[in-house]
């Protein structure tokens, strides 16, 4: 069975057969292999070109630029998404800018791997969804790829193919998850499609993308529970879901979206970050100023409470998002 963090270690395998990738990143030496094991092996068959870091991520972010700059396409690997704010400054005032600072004369392919999000009992600094304060920076691609997507090839993609610096976001709780096999234009009980590009947007219809009542858009580890939302929907309520699972958040290809929307005429945009400036709320913007024809009924936002993320698990349960609320959502008026 191939998983989510089987596709990616696969496909960091893959990629440093590059003699010009090279991954850094704290406790990602084997045996440790890396907090959630994306890195096993690694080091074994590749040691002069993965580099264990001390516990400085502006530091260690700022030299994989330097090393960007000069040809190479580094990884790395930021432990808990949380940590990413460390690195905001390299990010927006270096990393995003030097392409237009020096007149196209250098890029920055970097990719920035980051374990993000809750709902493992971690707390408050360690359960975040930060991603959404990096939506506003000009010059860089956040991807948050599913079970639905091939996380590996995704990554792939991201390192060797785009020259923008590319924050790569995976949830951590999906780590463990099957990936989604396609078979004969279904996926489970849905009917699938997938756009051709290189950062897919993956849709699925229970009633093969003839009619809907409801848009349901989702990324990372929202997905699962937005199809989970979507079956329920079905059984209890004989509502038909859409669900809209893009892998890359920004920029977001909005056409799926809309080729939904004008089958359903209701919107529903989920994240697992606070709604407060989020994505849901920039999504919900431009199909409101662009499209507001489509709609029949305001757009719903499902999103965490405005806490920091409880140990508790109780607790954190009540603060993020569930598939409930997508539900909830879905067959408001």
Not at 48 to 54: A, L
Not at 125 to 145: N, Y
Not at 254 to 263: F, G, K, V
Not at 307 to 333: G, H, R, Y
Request: aromatic content about 8%; overall charge negative.
């Amino acid at each position: 069975m191939s998983t989510v963090v089987k596709s990616l270690n696969r496909a960091m395998h893959e990629l440093l057969e590059d003699p010009r990738v090279v991954f850094l990143g704290e406790d990602i030496l084997d045996p440790y292999g890396g907090a959630f094991k994306v890195a096993k092996g690694l080091s074994t068959q590749f040691p002069e070109r993965v580099i264990t870091t001390p516990i400085a991520e502006a530091g260690f972010v700022g030299i994989a630029a330097g090393m960007a700059m000069r040809g190479m396409r580094p990884i790395v690997e930021i432990m808990f998404g949380d940590f990413l704010m460390l690195t905001a400054d390299q990010i927006l005032n270096h990393i995003a800018k030097y392409r237009w600072m020096y007149n196209d004369q250098v890029e920055v392919p970097i990719v920035i791997r980051a374990a993000m999000g809750g709902r493992r009992g971690y707390g408050p600094t360690h359960s975040q969804s930060v991603e959404k304060h990096f939506l506003g920076m000009p010059g860089i691609v956040i991807l948050a790829p599913s079970p639905f997507h091939d996380p590996g090839s995704l990554l792939k993609t991201a390192t060797l193919d785009d020259s923008r610096p590319v924050l790569f976001i995976e949830n951590k709780l999906m780590y463990s998850r099957a990936l989604k096999n396609e078979a004969d234009g279904n996926c489970g009980d849905f009917s699938i499609r997938k756009t051709d590009s290189e950062y897919t947007t993956v849709s699925l219809s229970y009633d093969t993308f003839q009619s809907a009542d409801v848009t349901i858009v989702a990324y990372g580890g929202m997905a699962e529970l937005a199809v989970e939302a979507a079956e329920m929907l079905m059984i209890e309520e004989e509502i038909f879901a859409e669900v809209i699972i893009p892998s890359s958040i920004k920029p977001l290809d909005y056409d799926p979206i809309i080729a939904s929307l004008e089958r359903s005429q209701k919107l529903v945009v989920c994240e697992e970050a606070s709604k407060a400036a989020g994505w849901g709320s920039e999504v919900i913007s431009r199909i409101t100023k662009d499209h507001f024809g489509l709609l029949k009924s305001a757009p719903q936002h499902v999103g965490a409470l405005e806490f920091p993320i409880a140990n508790t698990v109780t607790l954190e349960e009540k603060i993020l998002p569930q598939v409930k609320d997508i539900f909830d959502a879905a067959i408001s008026k």
